[in-house]
């Protein structure tokens, strides 16, 4: 039976998780009439706005997805992506940086910078980093404002801020929280928004623009919410030659999402390598003479039939269903207490209140040295101690006793002895609320003395967040 199991998951798993998240199997052709030409001359209005030259100087640009709705419409999903492309292969140029960012209603990740050269596999990193799926433990909804602030303060340099472009693509422009969910939005207005915008030396208010792309039955509004520069300078040390001619049109990156040669881009492009040679490495394509060709019958890639969709989900709950049965079969493995060094380091004043759900723990006595752990034990979360002098304090917690579970974040104090929450990779701090919630993000946690943070912690194998409250109680006694 576990022959069985293992080949199935060999054969199977890796054929689905590929048609599922591979970049490559996009079905680019959904999304027909890219209006590249309205984006690009939107794009150098708006630098023009800001004192830039945008024929000779370089940018950084930071362009930013909503994924809240891409599991309700992944159509849209791709209109996205294809409007950026556009920008990435036609209206970029040698010296220009591109960075990717998902979000929701907050940043989620942030992808690799990109210094884009002559070299197509500088504009591929870029397409593989951008999101193509939801935040684990989505929602849904999305916050403009809160995306703009976390892109300011987590993503821009602010030593190059001057030379940055932050667009943002959604769904809509108007923020909106999940369905069903009681949830603060940020703010237009929100002063720490204002703060940091002027800061960093951007234009009020932030751009606002829509943009029209066609579906197979509908249209397809992407919404772009984009700060400039008040003085756009270009990036340091960056070529001053003329931006275009840009990217030879076969070196378009991803290869799916080229035009063909009978569409007209905005601006002109350099030539194909020499040899019939792309500079991607593949052989030229041959030159389409059909005006009449519209781009979605060149585009259109073949659609990947039913049945092998039914196969692979078939095979998949088959797993699932035998790998339970043998798991549960097993004998139950009964940790073995170990006994840990006495830590050494500074002790430090009052208690850490935490309350996961309805239940309350006291950590107490506390030193610069303490760790812990959060564990997710059935649908239950724990806290557990490194150290055997800091575990809760039993009288107000049975926490103690809790069986051993699966380690979803850690705590311990940085070297501002603040209590710092680090989530495992596939747990996220969601809905951030209490003092000073600027120094958190849905990564770590920061609580200084005095301080209070509410969020929900939420991991990839529960169906619902768990509440947790963080209280860093300095008059706590033992």
């Known amino acids: 039976m576990r022959i069985l199991v293992l080949c199935l998951l060999f054969l199977i798993l890796p054929a689905a998780l590929s048609i599922a998240q591979d970049p490559g199997t996009q079905n680019y052709g959904q999304v027909m009439n890219v209006p590249r030409q309205e984006i690009n001359d939107w794009l150098k209005s708006e630098v023009s706005n800001s004192g830039g030259d945008f024929d000779h100087q370089r940018y950084h640009f930071i362009i930013g997805f909503s994924t809240g709705?891409?599991?309700?419409?992944?159509?849209?999903?791709?209109?996205?992506?294809?409007?950026?492309?556009?920008?990435?292969?036609?209206?970029?140029?040698?010296?220009?940086?591109?960075?990717?960012?998902?979000?929701?209603?907050?940043v989620w990740d942030k992808g690799k910078a990109s210094a884009l050269t002559e070299d197509p596999a500088t504009r591929k990193q870029f397409v593989d980093s951008v999101p193509y799926s939801t935040q684990q433990g989505s929602l849904g909804g999305h916050d403009v404002d809160s995306a703009l602030y976390d892109t300011l303060t987590q993503v821009v340099d602010p030593a190059e801020a001057k030379s940055t472009i932050i667009i943002l693509l959604t769904n809509s422009n108007a923020s909106q929280g999940p369905q069903g969910e009681n949830v603060r939005l940020f703010g237009e207005n929100n002063p720490k928004l204002k703060q940091v915008i002027q800061t960093l030396g951007f234009r009020t208010p932030a751009t606002r623009r829509s943009f029209d792309l066609q579906g197979q039955n509908r249209t397809l509004?992407?919404?772009?919410?984009?700060?400039?520069?008040?003085?756009?300078?270009?990036?340091?040390?960056?070529?001053?030659?003329?931006r275009f001619p840009t990217f030879p049109r076969e070196s378009w990156?991803?290869?799916?999402?080229?035009?063909?040669?009978?569409?007209?881009?905005p601006n002109?492009?350099?030539?194909?390598s020499a040899g019939g040679v792309t500079s991607t490495g593949a052989p030229a394509p041959p030159t389409v003479n059909n005006t009449h060709t519209i781009e979605r019958t060149v585009e259109k890639q073949p659609a990947t039939p039913w049945w092998l969709y039914a196969l692979i989900g078939l095979a998949v709950v088959v797993v699932i269903i035998v790998g339970i049965r043998a798991l549960s079969a097993r004998p139950t493995h009964v940790p073995q207490p170990v006994v840990a060094a006495v830590p050494v380091g500074r002790p430090l004043p009052g208690a850490i209140e935490v309350t996961i759900g309805t239940q309350s723990s006291v950590l107490q006595p506390l030193n610069t040295v303490n760790k812990w752990k959060l564990l997710r034990a059935d649908n239950t979360l724990v806290v557990q101690s490194d150290e055997p002098q800091a575990t809760p304090n039993t009288k107000d917690s049975k926490e103690a006793a809790s069986p051993p579970g699966r380690q979803v974040a850690t705590m311990d104090f940085d070297e501002k002895r603040r209590l710092r929450v680090n989530a495992e990779p596939d747990t996220q701090f969601l809905d951030l609320k209490g003092f000073n919630v600027a120094e958190s993000n849905n990564r770590q946690l920061n609580i200084a003395i005095s301080e209070k943070l509410i969020c929900r912690l939420a991991t990839t194998d529960t169906p619902a967040p768990t509440r947790l409250e963080l209280y860093y109680n300095k008059d706590r006694k033992a």
């Open 69 to 106: 709705h891409y599991g309700q419409d992944p159509v849209h999903a791709i209109a996205m992506r294809r409007l950026a492309f556009g920008l990435l292969n036609n209206s970029m140029a040698i010296g220009d940086e591109v960075t990717p960012v998902a979000w929701e209603m907050n």
């Open 221 to 242: 509004k992407v919404d772009v919410t984009a700060l400039f520069p008040r003085t756009l300078e270009s990036l340091q040390g960056a070529p001053t030659t003329p």
């Open 253 to 265: 990156q991803p290869d799916a999402d080229r035009p063909p040669g009978n569409v007209a881009l």
């Open 268 to 272: 002109p492009v350099a030539p194909a």
